[in-house]
């Protein structure tokens, strides 16, 4: 099913749980099996330099067992080029990675590492592979991605998610505020990073952002109402958010 406000589910963390132990449980595969069942337009995987978490083989069953776009996540490097390059994936977000944060903390830099980004922008385009670039709300970062040729911008959340008080209203705002940017430069936005229930509505609502790609928070509540709930849920607030209806969040 394709809804206006796509929702990317991202299984990284259902192979967190799986590597915990090592062996083959829980399967991010058959995760993102029951997230399309529950309602998701899209699969979101990071491989990560280290593979602390995906596997190069949970990439190759999901192109091939998958029956809705991939979203790989990459950081910029030859390695990550090469095997887009050798799955063709529906699309490619590229991602800050360092070795030792615990997730992706931060958005690219796109003005900064304009000269390195640009051949890999050109590389994953030429090879037909939508490229996105996880930038944080700025608006110079997305006159950056549109001088690097990136059709799609998904604007980092995590700021917004973690303020509260007056903090987390002006992080709302610069979300508004890049959201409406990214239409006005003519680049297709997303957003995405530490997305929750009580988080959700906010961004949901803001027109010119058709995807969300949420995972974390969405396999932790697996832990408590199951994963299908977890998205099902997930999926109506957003719905909700879109057609007006914010603030209904029930029990
Ligand atoms: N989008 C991007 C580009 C990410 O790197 C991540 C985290 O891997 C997410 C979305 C999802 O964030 P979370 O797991 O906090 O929902």
């Known amino acids: 099913m394709s809804h206006s406000l796509r929702l990317g589910v991202n299984i990284d963390h259902v192979a967190t749980i799986r590597n915990a132990r090592g062996g083959r449980h829980p399967d991010p595969v058959q995760a993102a099996k029951v997230a399309v069942d529950a309602g998701a ?26 029956s809705v776009p991939l979203n790989f996540e990459m950081a910029a490097t030859e390695e990550m080029l090469a095997i887009a390059l050798g799955h063709n994936p529906h699309a490619a977000c590229i991602v800050p990675e360092k070795r030792e944060e615990r997730t992706t903390e931060g958005g690219l830099d796109a003005i900064g ?39 799609v911008v998904e604007l980092h959340t995590g700021a917004y998610c973690e303020a509260v008080g007056s903090e987390h209203e002006r992080q709302l705002r610069r979300v508004q505020e890049a959201a ?26 803001i027109p010119t952002i058709v995807e969300l790609n949420i995972g974390h928070f969405l396999v932790g509540e697996a832990i ?26 029930s029990a």
């Open 180 to 205: 409406a940017h990214a239409a006005k430069v003519g680049l297709e936005c997303h957003a995405g990073h530490g997305l929750t229930f009580d988080t959700v509505a906010a961004v949901a609502v």
């Open 113 to 151: 590492g304009f000269d390195y980004l640009k051949p890999y922008v050109a590389r994953l385009g030429e090879a037909g592979i939508r490229v996105s670039l996880f930038v944080e709300p700025d608006p110079a970062q997305l006159d950056a991605a549109v001088s690097l040729g990136a059709p």
């Open 41 to 66: 337009d899209g699969i979101t995987a990071h491989l990560r330099e280290d593979r602390r978490h995906i596997s190069d083989n949970d990439i190759t069953r999901l192109i091939k067992e998958i």
């Open 224 to 249: 408590f109402i199951g994963l299908e709930d977890s998205i099902k849920r997930m999926r109506s607030f957003m719905d909700q958010a879109r057609s007006g209806d914010a603030g209904q969040r």
